[in-house]
């Protein structure tokens, strides 16, 4: 079946850094998601992608759909405290079932 | 307009028992996903309904799992005879599936399952 690697696994940062994570696949998608989970509630979409090389910005946030179809990053600037928490990728062929990336946990550091 | 609600929030069960978990979407919306994420894990589809019809449950176990979206009320995630591995957060979404091609899918604050 269709499997997202997303990467990191985990990042620790300082206040102010900025942040990539990405995300692959084996198969294509025609959308590329990011979401953001805080602990204890349903994912919130952040950015959504719909064409191959697409490049996308949601204030601090960026994405980017890969031209293969095939991966994902997003990019966070000046990271704040309320960043914390975990990301998502996630892929979807038509209007299915989202497939869903293990997650990259964003720790700030004090 | 409020989100999609799921209750309980919070459910313990004792191995053997059945768990019932509730999903009410979005006003307007008539498509409802369910989706289960283990701990340190990512959300893994289970199901897809529509009002009375189940488009896709390719994700769902075999057995002991049943999901239903009847034409009026919530739609429900079943599951008989719980065991311990069933311990999981359980999510909904709903979307108003406007387009053929992406709708947005929006979550629930999921239900939390613990089996003893």
């Known amino acids: 079946g269709q499997q997202l690697n997303q990467s990191p696994q985990s990042m620790f940062i300082q206040e102010g850094e900025d942040v990539s994570m990405n995300c692959t696949s084996s198969s294509i998608f025609n959308t590329w998601l990011w979401y953001k989970q805080d602990p204890g509630e349903g994912p919130v979409l952040l950015i959504a992608l719909y064409k191959a090389g697409e490049l996308t910005s949601n204030g601090r946030l960026t994405a980017q759909f890969g031209i293969t179809r095939k991966d994902s990053f997003l990019n966070i600037s000046a990271s704040i405290p309320s960043d914390v928490g975990i990301y998502f990728c996630?892929?979807?062929?038509?209007?299915?079932?989202?497939?869903f990336g293990k997650g990259t946990r964003l720790h700030i550091l004090p | 307009n409020a989100g999609v609600m799921q209750n309980p929030r919070h459910l313990v069960r004792r191995r053997g028992q059945e768990a019932r978990l509730r999903c009410s979407p979005m006003?307007?919306?008539?498509?409802v996903y369910w989706y289960r994420q283990l701990p340190e894990e990512g959300l893994k589809f289970m199901v897809y309904l529509q009002k009375e019809n189940i488009i896709d449950e390719s994700g769902m176990p075999k057995e002991r799992f049943s999901a239903e979206f009847p034409k009026e009320g919530p739609s429900i995630l079943r599951i008989q005879q719980v065991v311990r591995g069933d311990s999981a957060a359980y999510f909904c979404?709903?979307?108003?599936?406007?387009?053929?091609?992406?709708?947005?899918?929006?979550f629930g604050p999921g239900t939390r399952l613990t089996v003893l």
């Open positions: 996630a892929g979807q062929l038509f209007s299915d079932k989202i497939i």
């Open positions: 006003k307007g919306h008539s498509h």
């Open positions: 979404a709903s979307s108003p599936r406007t387009s053929e091609l992406w709708d947005t899918q929006y």
